[in-house]
């Protein structure tokens, strides 16, 4: 489907201010576009709108070198809805979109959303070739007839608050960081599968998620979290790795759930990374292995303990 295509499907009724980006984590640099958009759309009583790219742009034009996803589409839709705007319109992001000028996305904006506002990063390029930055997109805008906004970026310790920076600290298993950036713990959905049963066999049963390959996860170890089963949240301790004790292949997450007793196969669970207890390791044996774990889960209680 073509842009045209793609913002004809979203009715307006009245202008619209906008902006645009991927919003992967919909992070504290994001929600301050998302607020100065609905600000801006405020002023001119205009209608706010979040247009969201996916797939991530690298992911199309570097075949071969996809970009970890922080957030899935889905949530990152309900993510902005709840800052307030009035539209959050997803864009497939294909070559054919690409390789648009700024200008011709611009005026694709203009007639399909009656754009009158476009609020961007300082960093901020659209269009081929990334030709559309704040310069550019100010003379087109006074050309097509939409105010150009800018707004700073945003900063945590003098450092650029960005989606890359969110990946290097999950890679780092910095959780706590991310989270900090991100504004809440980073989530992670799954349903819940049989594994290899080896948790259970050490005297610590767990729930085993499989994890999607393009999900960004922190780098392998064992973390303090919380997880959701329906309606409820346990304290959790949560491994990601390949179980090198047991000379594993496969990335997994397995969550013990403490205070927890039932049959989770088939559920949907969430589980909210809250900091990191150590990293992965490969032990002598499985019960130099059982002993640290009762370690871990001490120290993760100690943890979520001090978050509460």
């Not at 269009?127 to 930055?133: A, K, P, V």
Request: charged share 20%.
């Amino acid at each position: 489907m073509s842009l045209q295509d793609e913002l004809t499907s979203h009715a307006v009724r009245r202008p619209t201010v906008c902006t645009i980006g991927v919003f992967d984590g919909v992070h504290a640099g994001h929600r301050a576009l998302i607020e100065a958009t609905i600000d801006q759309a405020a002023r001119q009583q205009a209608a706010s709108a979040v247009l969201v790219l996916y797939p991530h742009p690298r992911s199309v034009l570097r075949l071969g070198n996809g970009v970890p996803v922080i957030t899935p589409l889905d949530e990152r839709l309900d993510l902005i809805k709840a800052c307030g705007v009035d539209m959050a319109i997803p864009i497939t992001f294909d070559r054919d979109l690409a390789n648009l000028t700024a200008r011709e996305f611009a005026a694709a904006l203009v007639s399909r959303l009656q754009m009158t506002g476009l609020v961007i990063g300082a960093d901020f390029a659209l269009g081929r070739d990334r030709s559309g930055n704040a310069a550019a997109l100010q003379e087109i805008g006074t050309q097509l007839g939409f105010e150009l906004t800018i707004i700073p970026l945003v900063a945590l310790t003098d450092a650029k608050v960005s989606s890359t920076a969110v990946r290097t600290a999950l890679a780092e298993g910095d959780v706590a960081g991310a989270a900090r950036m991100l504004e809440r713990p980073l989530l992670t959905r799954g349903t819940v599968m049989h594994g290899h049963q080896r948790g259970r066999q050490l005297g610590y049963p767990t729930a085993n998620l499989r994890p999607n390959s393009d999900r960004a996860l922190p780098a392998d170890g064992i973390y303090a979290t919380r997880t959701y089963v329906g309606d409820r949240v346990y304290d959790s301790a949560t491994y990601v790795g390949t179980s090198p004790t047991f000379d594993g292949q496969e990335r997994i997450i397995e969550v013990l759930l403490f205070d927890f007793s039932g049959d989770l196969y088939d559920a949907e669970i969430a589980v909210e990374w809250v900091d990191k207890v150590r990293g992965d390791q490969k032990f002598a044996s499985a019960e130099a292995l059982q002993q640290q774990m009762a370690l871990d889960v001490v120290k993760a209680k100690l943890m979520l303990a001090a978050t509460l």
